[in-house]
Every structure is written in structure tokens, then in C-alpha cells.
């Protein structure tokens, strides 16, 4: 059984296509890194898988689509470092599938936001609030809140960029944890050694698809080779593309 | 003069000064918090832009029911939902950003009313909806603008969670399967009602005093979002207190004597709030051992 399946799916801004007839599955507890050059599409073929945005074309297919079976982690850029809310208020919002916008938060509830925040190396700190903390520590929050939203497909866009190797450690445990737990995880990631070291799966992507499979296979020189010929910049009188056009 | 007569006589003998307190206090409770929303948004400029579309409403209203205060509410209250509404999707469906969207069209808005009120008024009845006038409010009004901080609050406080999340991590909100689109339309809507309310008593060019002047003040004093939102009520409705008697004691305008009470708080904020003020910038004190 499969997690996600994708139908030769099309995202585009502004009709240049970011992710070009990309088809493909993710299994059911699979552990997959998603690789590529700046701009071939990773954050946006994520943000599709985690309905933020819609494919023009084919479909994305969610095995379970209940409420609460997805968490996804944003690229660290997206969200304001600064915003006036504690690290406890931060963390409880991963029971939103539980609570809506209107559902108090027990006081099991909080016992379980403080075990998750010592289970990423945050105990103690429920009352702080965002903006005293440094990058590595908001990362770890984030996954605080991965770890109360308890979602079977967990989606993350580059957790470790800017975040240093204990943490980064520390972070990919919580990653192996999950994916003992039979949960199907997808990471967008840059460094192809930690791929080839952590996650099993890998999806190449360029734009459209170079390589999906186990990351020893995905990740040679010669598929890197060909991702890195791929020109992020888009052709102001591109073509219209005519694949699939019957 | 004793303390009584400097600061309660006034409220106690007229009526008029009465109904100016209870309309500024609605507007507080109503319109403050929603402040605190607009600038944790980055929308400040923007509902000073749908304040100042609401004229060309108030104005139609104007032209057939002359200067009745209900009549141009209603009226304002349509255009600045239309206004909200076209500068919205235009945003969405065009390549303009919010501001420049709504920009553009409450200067179109701003201009067709005085071209009307000019057109069938004078010079006065211009200045009444421009600058509003607290101590003219009737009863119909006062009814008006209480309901309207009656529901504004009943609603925020139905959306409160759902407004932060999805101001702070909307991508959040559409992965876990709630959309965030309405709360951002809804809130819209409280802030228009709130400006009609607030167009009364200040006027549509200083409508937003109230709103927004103690929610940006309260940001260097707290940095959680139900203290700023506590605190920006507070601030809100002792700068009218303070604005209404300055206005009874030195026959000032009330609606520049208010806002610039609210100013005055707010420029002590900037310079001395306990959060990146000047006075933390310039003066930073010795730092801690760990």
C-alpha cells in the first residue's frame, strides 16, 4: 500500500512549471528524502503533498485523508522568528486536531507538550517566548510540535538547514524514531551524505523526475550530473508544453 | 478646581458627554484588540486605507438622508465592506500586493465622496464626516455602536485561536485540514464594522485612532498577545477619557484631543516601553552572567 501517490502531476507559478509530470509513490512507512538543486521544485511538490498548494494538472493522491494525519514542518524562513507567542502556546497547537479553534487544552494535554519538549532537549523552557530563542532551539520546538500532532506522514522542508550537528543529531533521532513507528516520512534535505546515511528512499527531482528509488541507487554521479544541468532560471518565451496533450 | 469637577462633573451634567464616553468605550473594547491583530499582520496601513473608503458610503447616505448619523453608518458600512471585498480579490486574482491594492482603491474611494459631499453640502457638513464629531452621536448611534462592540467581540473571541494560527503558520492550518481563508475575510469584517462605529465619533480620516495608536503602543510594554490585547482596551479607553475632558475643559475638537492622547501614550511607548524602545536602544544596561 501506498502513503502518496503522485499522477504525473504538474505544479506551476505563473505557468512556468516548478514540478514538471512527476509520477511516483511514497509506501506506506517509508523514510524518503527528497533532493535537488535550488528551485527544482522540493518545497513545492512538499507544500502540493501537504494541500497548501494545488497541482494544474494530474493528482496527488492521500491514502488516509482524516483529520490530523498529516504534519508538516515549514522551511524555517516561512514563519516569523519574533512573533509574540510562548514556546507552550507554540507546541499546544499541534493538538489542533483535537481542539479546532475552539477546544481547551487539558491539563493532560500540557503534560504531554512538556514531555515532548524534553524529548527534543527544551525542558523547562514552556514559558519562554519565541523570540528569545535561538534558530536551533525554534527548529526544536517545531519538532515538538511534530511530535503532539502524532500525524502517520510527516512532511519536512529542509529541518536542518542553518542548524548545527547536535541538534541535527538529535533532530534525525526523532526522524529514525518515526520511521520505526511505521510512520511514512518525507524530508526535503540538500547534504546527499546524510541521504545516503539516514534515509533509505530517495526522489531526485529536477523540475520533473531524475531518479526515485533506494538513495545508494538514486544519488550516483552520473543522475547528479544530470540534475545539476538543470537551469533553475525560466525561459521568458518558453513553449507551451504539449505532454499528455491528447 | 477639585479632582470632581476636573474629571467626573463633566460625564455627570451632559448627556452628551455621556453618550461620547460609552460610544469610545465600545469602540475601545470593540476596535482595540482588533488593532492588535492589524499590526501583528502588518495591516495597519491597510485599515487606514477601508477607513478612509467608507466616506464615498457615508456620503450617498448623505446626499439622500442628509446628516443622520444611522443613515451614513449604513452606508458606510456597505462601501467598506465593497471596498474590503474588490481590493481583496483584486490582490488575489491580479499581480498587486495588498498595500498597493488597497491603496489604490480607497484614493478612488476617498475621492468620489468629497466629490459628492462637495457637490450637495458645504464646508461643514465635509468637515463632519472627515474629522467626525464624538459629541453629536444620539442615542440611534450609541445603540449602533454598542452592538457592534457586542458582536466584534463575541466573534474575535470565537476565531481568537484560529486568527493567531493562521497569522503566525497558515501553512500549518490547510496541512491539518482547517482552511484560514474565512478567519481572514471574517476579520475584515469586524474591522469595517468597527470603523463605521469608530468613523461616528472620530471620522473617517481619523478612524483608526482608537484602533490602532494603543495597539502598536502596548507592543514595547508586553510581549504576549492577550496582554497587548488587555492592555491596548485599557489604553484605548483612558485616552478618550483623557481626550474627552481636554476637549469639555480647553473647547478643543474631540476628536483630535483624543487622538492625540492615544499619541501621547504611544510616543512615551516608543521612547520609554520596556521592549525595544529608544530608551532600550540608546541606554542598554550592564548584561547578564548567563
Keep these: ?246 | 478646581m477639585t479632582l470632581y469637577q476636573l474629571t467626573l462633573e463633566p460625564f455627570i451634567d451632559y448627556g452628551f458627554m455621556r453618550r461620547s464616553l460609552i460610544a469610545c468605550a465600545a469602540i475601545a473594547i470593540g476596535g482595540a484588540p482588533l488593532g492588535v491583530f492589524l499590526v501583528l499582520r502588518r495591516m495597519a496601513l491597510v485599515g487606514d486605507a477601508i477607513s478612509h473608503a467608507i466616506l464615498p458610503g457615508a456620503a450617498i447616505a448623505f446626499l439622500f438622508f442628509g446628516l443622520s448619523l444611522s443613515a451614513m453608518a449604513t452606508g458606510g458600512l456597505i462601501a467598506g465592506l465593497l471596498i474590503a471585498l474588490i481590493a481583496g480579490s483584486l490582490m488575489r486574482v491580479t499581480q498587486l500586493k495588498e498595500d498597493a491594492s488597497f491603496t489604490g482603491t480607497y484614493l478612488l474611494s476617498l475621492a468620489v465622496g468629497v466629490l459628492i459631499i462637495a457637490a450637495r453640502g458645504n464646508a461643514v457638513d465635509l468637515m463632519h464626516v472627515l474629522f467626525g464629531n464624538v459629541l453629536a452621536i444620539d442615542n440611534t448611534s450609541l445603540l449602533l455602536i454598542c452592538s457592534i462592540a457586542t458582536v466584534s467581540v463575541l466573534t474575535l473571541a470565537a476565531i481568537y485561536r484560529t486568527l493567531i494560527v493562521e497569522c503566525f503558520d497558515s501553512g500549518f492550518l490547510r496541512a491539518a485540514g482547517a482552511s484560514g481563508a474565512w478567519v481572514h475575510q471574517l476579520f475584515l469584517v469586524l474591522l469595517v464594522l468597527n470603523l463605521v462605529s469608530a468613523f461616528q465619533a472620530l471620522g473617517t480620516l481619523m478612524a483608526l485612532g482608537l484602533m490602532v495608536l494603543p495597539a502598536i503602543a502596548v507592543r514595547f510594554w508586553t510581549q504576549s498577545i492577550d496582554g497587548a490585547v488587555a492592555l491596548a482596551i485599557a489604553s484605548s479607553f483612558v485616552s478618550a477619557f483623557i481626550g474627552l475632558l481636554l476637549s469639555y475643559h480647553f473647547n478643543l475638537p474631540s476628536g483630535p484631543a483624543i487622538v492625540l492622547t492615544a499619541g501621547t501614550f504611544y510616543l512615551a511607548s516608543v521612547l520609554f516601553g520596556r521592549h525595544g524602545s529608544v530608551l532600550v536602544h540608546f541606554m542598554p544596561r550592564r548584561h547578564f552572567a548567563s
Design chain 1, 1 to 246: 500500500m501506498n502513503a502518496v501517490t503522485l499522477e504525473n502531476v504538474t505544479i506551476s507559478y505563473a505557468r512556468h512549471p516548478a514540478v514538471h509530470h512527476v509520477s511516483g509513490s511514497f509506501a506506506h512507512g517509508s523514510l524518503t528524502a527528497i533532493a535537488g538543486p535550488n528551485g527544482a521544485g522540493k518545497s513545492t511538490l512538499l507544500k502540493a503533498i501537504a494541500g497548501i498548494l494545488t497541482p494544474d494538472e494530474g493528482h496527488i493522491h492521500i491514502e488516509n485523508t482524516s483529520r490530523g494525519h498529516i504534519a508538516y514542518l515549514p522551511q524555517a524562513s516561512e514563519l516569523e522568528r519574533d512573533f509574540p507567542l510562548s514556546v507552550l502556546h507554540l507546541v499546544a497547537t499541534g493538538y489542533w486536531h483535537k481542539t479546532g479553534g475552539l477546544g481547551g487544552i487539558t491539563p493532560t494535554m500540557k503534560q504531554e507538550v512538556t514531555k515532548a519538549l524534553a524529548d527534543v532537549g527544551l525542558a523547562g523552557l514552556e514559558k519562554r517566548s519565541l523570540s528569545s530563542l535561538s534558530v536551533g532551539q525554534f527548529q526544536r520546538a517545531l519538532f515538538a510540535r511534530l511530535l503532539i500532532q502524532d500525524a502517520p506522514l510527516i512532511l519536512l522542508d529542509e529541518p536542518f538547514t542553518a542548524i548545527d550537528a547536535d541538534t541535527t543529531a538529535h533532530l534525525l533521532e526523532l526522524v529514525e524514531r518515526w520511521h520505526k513507528e511505521g510512520r511514512t516520512v518525507i524530508c526535503v534535505l540538500h547534504d546527499f551524505d546524510q541521504i545516503r546515511k539516514y534515509f533509505p528512499e530517495c526522489l531526485l527531482l529536477a523540475r520533473e523526475c531524475i531518479a526515485w528509488g533506494k538513495s545508494t541507487e538514486a544519488l550516483v554521479s552520473e543522475k547528479l550530473l544530470t540534475a545539476r544541468f538543470f537551469r533553475d532560471s525560466v525561459h521568458a518565451e518558453a513553449e507551451t508544453c504539449e505532454r499528455g496533450v491528447v
